[in-house]
C-alpha cells in the first residue's frame, strides 16, 4: 500500500493563495509518479483541474505533492490551452466563443488601464483575439499558458497601436512581434523550462499580499499610467515606484535563475 | 564568456511588460540575445502577464462585439506586413546584435575623437533615446564623463574596464547622473558597444568641451 499525501492549494481568481488542505491518497501498489498524479485528478472533483504540482520529497515512501488549483471558471489554465489547441486544429468557433467571452473583456481592461480610449480598447481586445484566431496553431501549450500567450498578443498590439497613434501610420503595419525575438538559439529544453516556469510563477504570485499584487499589476503599464494608479492605492508615487522595483526583485528572487 | 553584469529585474520587467521606450528596448534586447538567464525572467515576466490579465475585472463590450468579430474570422488574415527595407549600411558585420536591429537602416561611421567612432542606428519609432554603436581602439582612455540623462551599454565585442568592473560581450551597464565614469578600453582588440541614451553626454574638462559638439550628434 502507497500512501500519498497530497497537499491542495486553492487559488482565489487572482491566483492568491486561498487555502490549503492535505488530502491522503491510497492505493495498492508502487505508482509511477505520473501515475500517481493522474489519480489525485478524480478527488479535486471534475470542475477543479490540476493546474501546477511539484513532488516534495521524492525519496520518502509516502509521497507528497503540492497543488494548486485554479478556481477560475468555467475551468483552468489548461482549459484554455485546450480551447486553443481546438481553434488550431479544426477551426472550433465553439472553443473561440468562450475564449473571445472570457479574454476580449478582460484585454479590453487591460488596455483602459493603459490609458487607452474606450474606442481604442474595444478594437485591441477584437484584434487581440482575431490574432488568437489567426495564429492558434503557433500556440505551444509546452512553452506559454494560454493567459501568457494572449498577453503578449495584447501587449504588442498596445504597442502597434501607440505607434499607430504617435507616427500616424495605419494600426497593424509595425512587425512588433520580431522585437521580441531575441533568442539566438532555443533549445529543446527551453521549452520544459518555460512549461515549469509558468508553474513557479502561479505559485510565486499566490504568495503575494493583494496591494503587492496591485503593484506587480501596475508594472505592465506605461509610467504615465503610474500617476492615477497611485491616487487610486493612496501611496505618493515615489512609494509606488519603490514598491514596484521591490515587488520585481523579490519574485525573481523568488523564482531563481532557471525560471 | 560568461556574462557578468546584467540590466536590473525591473528594467528586465519593463522590456517583457512592453513598457521601455524602442531605444531602450533595443538596449535590452541586445543583452538578452546574449543572456539566457535574463531571458527567463523575461519569460516568466510574460507568465506574470498572462495571470495579471487573467485576474483583470472584465469591461463591457460593445453588444455586437462579438458578432462583428464572427463575420471576420473567415477572411483570409493579411499577408506578411511590409518589411522594412533593407539598411542601406548594413548591420551585418556587427556581431551580437539581435536579428530585428540588423534589419534598421545606420548611418555610417564618424570620428568623434582620437580612435573613437560613432554610428547612429535609425530606430523606426525613435523616442526619446538615441541609440548608436561606439567602437574604441584597444588602449583607448575614454574622457571622464558624467550623463545629462541614462545610458544604457551593451558590449557587443572587445571589453573594457571602469570603476564598476570589467565588462565583456554581453554585458549591461547602466549609467545615469549620479556616477563619474573613466572608461578604459582593454587592449588587444576593439570595443564595440550598443549604446542606448537618454540627454546629453557632458564631458568635463577642456577636451570634453572642444568635443562636446561632435558628440551631441
Avoid at chain 1, 468557433?93 to 467571452?101: G, K, N, P, S, T
Avoid at chain 2, 551597464?173 to 537618454?198: S, W
Wanted: hydrophobic share 40%; net charge neutral; with cysteine.
Amino acid at each position: 500500500m502507497v500512501s500519498l499525501d497530497c497537499l491542495v492549494v486553492r487559488n482565489d481568481r487572482l491566483g492568491r493563495l486561498d487555502h490549503s488542505e492535505v488530502i491522503q491518497v491510497t492505493r495498492p501498489g508502487v505508482l509511477a509518479l505520473m501515475d500517481s498524479i493522474a489519480l489525485c485528478f478524480p478527488l479535486l472533483g471534475a470542475s477543479e483541474a490540476v493546474s501546477a504540482f511539484r513532488l516534495r520529497d521524492a525519496g520518502s515512501p509516502r509521497r507528497s505533492f503540492a497543488m494548486s488549483i485554479d478556481s477560475e471558471r468555467p475551468t483552468d489554465a489548461a482549459q484554455w490551452s485546450r480551447l486553443i489547441e481546438a481553434v488550431a486544429a479544426r477551426q472550433d468557433r465553439d472553443a473561440f466563443a468562450e475564449l473571445f467571452e472570457h479574454f476580449a473583456p478582460r484585454v479590453k481592461t487591460f488596455m483602459r488601464r493603459s490609458g487607452a480610449s474606450e474606442a481604442s480598447a474595444e478594437e485591441v481586445a477584437q484584434e487581440a483575439l482575431l490574432t488568437v484566431w489567426r495564429k492558434a496553431k503557433l500556440f505551444d501549450p509546452s512553452s506559454a499558458g494560454a493567459s501568457a500567450w494572449i498577453f503578449t498578443i495584447a501587449r504588442n498590439l498596445r504597442i502597434d497601436l501607440a505607434r499607430s497613434e504617435r507616427r500616424r501610420q495605419p494600426f497593424g503595419s509595425s512587425d512588433v512581434d520580431a522585437e521580441f525575438q531575441v533568442d539566438p538559439s532555443p533549445l529543446p529544453e527551453a521549452r520544459l523550462v518555460a512549461a515549469q516556469s509558468e508553474a513557479r510563477v502561479r505559485a510565486a504570485l499566490a504568495e503575494l499580499s493583494e496591494e503587492q499584487m496591485r503593484v506587480v499589476e501596475l508594472s505592465f503599464y506605461e509610467e504615465k499610467t503610474h500617476p492615477d494608479i497611485a491616487e487610486t492605492l493612496r501611496i505618493p508615487l515615489g512609494t509606488v515606484k519603490s514598491r514596484l522595483r521591490l515587488a520585481m526583485k523579490r519574485l525573481r528572487g523568488r523564482l531563481g535563475d532557471v525560471s | 564568456m560568461t556574462v557578468r553584469h546584467h540590466p536590473s529585474d525591473d528594467l528586465l520587467a519593463g522590456f517583457a511588460a512592453g513598457t521601455l521606450d524602442q531605444g531602450q528596448h533595443v538596449a535590452v534586447a541586445t543583452h538578452l540575445a546574449r543572456c539566457a538567464q535574463c531571458r527567463a525572467w523575461a519569460r516568466s515576466v510574460e507568465h506574470i502577464g498572462g495571470s495579471v490579465l487573467a485576474g483583470l475585472p472584465p469591461s463591457a463590450l460593445s453588444s455586437d462585439a462579438f458578432s462583428r468579430i464572427e463575420a471576420r474570422l473567415g477572411e483570409a488574415a493579411p499577408t506578411v506586413k511590409p518589411a522594412l527595407p533593407p539598411a542601406p549600411g548594413s548591420l551585418d558585420d556587427v556581431p551580437g546584435l539581435p536579428s530585428f536591429v540588423r534589419r534598421y537602416p545606420v548611418g555610417g561611421w564618424k570620428m568623434i575623437g582620437p580612435r573613437v567612432y560613432l554610428r547612429p542606428i535609425v530606430l523606426p519609432d525613435a523616442g526619446e533615446t538615441r541609440v548608436f554603436l561606439l567602437k574604441s581602439g584597444p588602449g583607448t582612455k575614454m574622457l571622464e564623463h558624467t550623463h545629462t540623462g541614462t545610458e544604457m551599454t551593451c558590449v557587443l565585442a572587445g571589453s573594457f574596464t571602469h570603476e564598476g568592473g570589467h565588462y565583456g560581450p554581453g554585458d549591461f551597464d547602466l549609467g545615469d547622473d549620479t556616477m563619474d565614469h573613466r572608461v578604459m578600453v582593454d587592449p588587444g582588440e576593439d570595443c564595440i558597444c550598443l549604446v542606448a541614451m537618454v540627454g546629453d553626454l557632458r564631458l568635463k574638462g577642456w577636451i570634453g568641451r572642444l568635443m562636446q559638439p561632435f558628440v551631441r550628434m
